[in-house]
């Protein structure tokens, strides 16, 4: 849950036996009495279609109390908590399932059997927490089709050949485990897999893991023995810095800088990330408190959820046009960021600059189509925002307690519209020279900026930059010009 204030914060089917269908040439009264019998063995509980809430193939809920249950044949994904609580169910049969949301049966105090997993390939924290069913895998592990889901395996695990990701958790508090061969089948390690196995001391990960969560080994002999600045496992991720430097420089045979690599490290004042990084993890800097310093690199493709969040002495953040996802809050709290410049054409996350009190100015690129919930809640010092055209979704909730708001925009584009329906300051984009209005002397600045004559500061790139490409140049002066002819 996110505290935006600022803190991190298929029918149910009754399978009757073969015999029972060979009997349907006999009498009637020799059908009642079989079925009767029938009845009598095994517990028949009613069901409606109704008891699934189903949307997309997404099994958002279960209201029924039947005891046992099939996963409609159209649900691929059984989603969190779907399941959770329910004591009536004995048996599920997953049926086409292929992910399972974090604790969508936990708590099902008498789930006995589950069948049909084969064709599981993801699989959620605590997803069978509590139940009958996860306690009989004592000293064993629980696969279900290629996901590890749970283990409590002593001594030394060599994990299954058929294991492509372990889920999140799987390993955790298992005190018995003391070494872990990971080998090149596994692509993923989930959050928290080993999290707290005390006496796991040493862990030998394949390099095509491509994915470590977060906190994956956190509370292991195996992390606590590193001595090394930076801990680097599978395919170039960077799971641990040991170091307390202020200007920390990242290897280059790093790729991704996985989740909470850096959390809550209070000294880093400056890091220089290489080329080679691709992906920044969830909550990867998250809490750094002092880090003021941090360039994108160019070929980065993901800034994960929560990635920056907390970073309250970050000032300015360019991100590069190589990002093609940002996830949720990635700069939520940041209260001392001043500038942001948004160089891809990914859309503004939910809650992605929400609580940076001390925003002033953001720069928006073509492409961009939606800007989210409550993306730059409390805002309060906003007054330069450059929306393009290609936005086309606007939340109601974007610009809450974004008091003083203005909007760059171009001429009777759609956020023009929202912001004249909603109260906020609107203004074409063009005015380069921030005389009020727009006209042939901006064009000329923009020139003269092009020629290197002139330098002009983030307001004045902010207004003139009529093609929304994120960079002042000759097109920018041309339309400009067309517009000041009235030339479409």
């Given amino acids: 849950m996110i505290d935006f204030k600022g803190g991190l914060s298929r029918p149910f089917y009754i399978y009757f036996s073969g015999d029972f269908m060979k009997k349907k040439l006999l009498s009637l009264f020799t059908m009642i009495i079989s079925l009767i019998l029938m009845l009598t063995a095994f517990p ?52 086409n399932t292929s992910v399972i949301g974090n604790k969508a049966f936990a708590n099902c105090t008498s789930l006995k059997t589950v069948t049909g997993s084969g064709n599981v390939s993801a699989c959620g924290a605590y997803s069978f927490y509590n139940t009958p069913f996860l306690k009989s895998y004592n ?67 394949s390099k095509r893991v491509t994915y470590i969560g977060a906190f994956a080994f956190e509370g292991t002999k195996f992390l606590s023995a590193v001595d090394d600045d930076f801990l680097v496992l599978g395919n170039g991720i960077l799971v641990d810095v040991n170091s307390k430097a202020t200007d920390i420089t990242i290897p280059d045979s790093v790729c991704q800088i996985g989740a909470g690599a850096f959390y809550n490290n209070k000294s880093l004042v400056k890091v220089t990330i290489p080329d080679t990084v691709t992906s920044i993890g969830m909550r990867a800097f998250a809490g750094c408190t002092s880090l003021r310093d941090a360039m994108l690199p160019q070929n980065l493709v993901l800034l994960d959820k929560e990635a920056f969040s907390g970073c309250t002495s970050l000032e300015s953040v360019i991100i ?102 909603n109260g906020i300051d609107a203004y074409i984009i063009g005015d380069a020279n921030k005389d009020g209005n727009i006209n042939i002397r901006d064009a000329t600045d923009i020139q003269k900026s092009t020629a290197k004559i002139l330098t002009m500061d983030f307001s004045s790139c ?25 030339i479409n």
Avoid: H
């Fill in 44 to 95: 028949v509980t009613t069901f409606a279609a109704a008891d699934f809430n189903v949307e997309d193939g997404i099994l958002l809920s279960y209201k029924g109390n039947s005891q046992s249950v099939t996963i409609p044949s159209d649900v691929y994904y059984i989603a969190d908590s779907a399941f959770e609580g329910n004591s009536s169910i004995t048996t599920v049969n997953l049926n």
């Fill in 320 to 421: 590069p046009a190589s990002v093609a996802a940002i996830g949720e809050s990635a700069f939520l709290g940041c209260t001392s960021l001043k500038t942001a410049q948004v160089l891809s054409s990914t859309s503004v996350s939910d809650g992605m600059f929400a609580s940076c009190t001390g925003l002033e100015s953001v720069m928006l690129s073509q492409g961009a189509e939606r800007i989210g919930d409550y993306a730059f809640y409390n805002c309060k010092k906003l007054s330069e925002l450059s929306v393009p055209p290609s936005v086309n979704i606007v939340s109601d909730t974007a610009f809450s307690g974004a008091d003083n708001a203005a909007v760059w925009c171009a001429e009777s584009s759609m956020i023009e519209l929202y912001c004249v329906s």
């Fill in 462 to 486: 902010l207004r003139g930059d009529a093609d929304f490409s994120g960079d002042i140049n000759i097109r920018d002066a041309t339309a400009i010009q067309k517009y000041v002819a009235g």
């Fill in 139 to 205: 000293s064993k592990s629980l696969v279900m089709g290629s996901v590890l889901v749970y283990s409590t395996e002593p001594d030394d695990v060599i994990i299954d050949s058929g294991v492509v990701s372990i889920a999140p958790y799987a390993f955790s508090y298992n005190t018995a485990i003391t070494s872990v061969r990971i080998g090149d089948n596994v692509a993923s390690i989930g959050e928290g897999a080993f999290y707290n196995c005390t006496k796991l001391s040493e862990a030998i990960v």
